[in-house]
């Protein structure tokens, strides 16, 4: 069976800072990999989407980047966390071409100090 | 207009109650649907699909109408437990992402 794997599950950042959140996909090949980002009290935003290795698709300019160094791995990125950064964190993958919904991670909650 | 509109809630219910969600979508050419449960601090889990003929998950009934870019969730006898963020989906854009609402919070209360 498919499981993937988010972390850290909490993370308290300075502004200022860099960030690294990791994401991988266990039982799948070639999964769409996702990152979103929930502030409070909103809803998902979809923030990158990957299609394959090195293929990454930015859906809202932002502070943030992404990398997509291996088939079952997605990290999100920052050189220097902003306040406004703080959010729930959370990745997903999803068969390629595939019409069924996404399995998410468990998240990582982001707050920036 | 926004890609995917809910109900704005919250919904305060008795137990045993029937409670309805409905939800919009603008793109006519979106091609799947879903309904996910968010419980409070958690990720997104999917609850069901949702197809045009309507279907059936125990006390849950997801239905969707094209013509009027509607999707709606019914549940009966409501649990404690069904106390949750119901989030609508939709699978649009431009590369056929999946698109959420806002999400409606459900409170069962005994």
Same mark, same amino acid.
């Given at each position: 069976s498919q499981t993937i794997h988010q972390w850290p599950a909490t993370l308290v950042q300075p502004v200022g800072s860099p960030l690294s959140l990791e994401c991988t996909v266990e039982?799948?090949?070639?999964?769409?990999?996702?990152?979103?980002?929930?502030?409070?009290?909103?809803?998902?935003?979809?923030?990158f989407y990957s299609v394959g290795i090195g293929q990454i698709s930015s859906e809202v300019p932002q502070n943030l980047s992404a990398s997509r160094p291996q088939d079952r791995q997605f990290i999100l990125s920052s050189k220097k966390l902003l306040l406004s950064d703080s959010g729930f964190y959370l990745c997903a993958w999803g068969r390629t071409g595939g019409f069924e919904g996404y399995t998410f991670g468990s998240g990582t909650?982001?707050?920036?100090v | 207009r926004k890609e995917v509109e809910q109900d704005p809630g919250p919904f305060n219910v008795p137990e045993g109650a029937t409670v309805a969600f409905n939800c919009t979508y603008s793109n006519s050419a979106s091609q799947s649907f879903f309904w996910y449960r968010q419980d409070c601090r958690k990720e997104p889990k999917l609850l069901m699909s949702v197809?045009?003929?309507g279907n059936e998950d125990?006390?849950?009934? /997801? #239905?969707?109408?094209? /013509?009027? #870019?509607?999707?709606?969730?019914?549940?009966?006898d409501s649990k404690l437990s069904d106390s949750a963020t119901y989030l609508c989906v939709v699978r649009g854009g431009s590369q056929g992402n999946l698109i959420f609402g806002k999400g409606t919070k459900l409170s069962v209360k005994p």
């Open positions: 039982g799948t090949s070639n999964p769409n990999l996702y990152w979103y980002r929930q502030a409070a009290g909103r809803g998902l935003q979809l923030l909650r982001l707050t920036v | 197809y045009s003929s125990g006390r849950f009934t /997801a #239905q969707l109408n094209r /013509a009027s #870019q509607y999707i709606s969730l019914l549940i009966r």
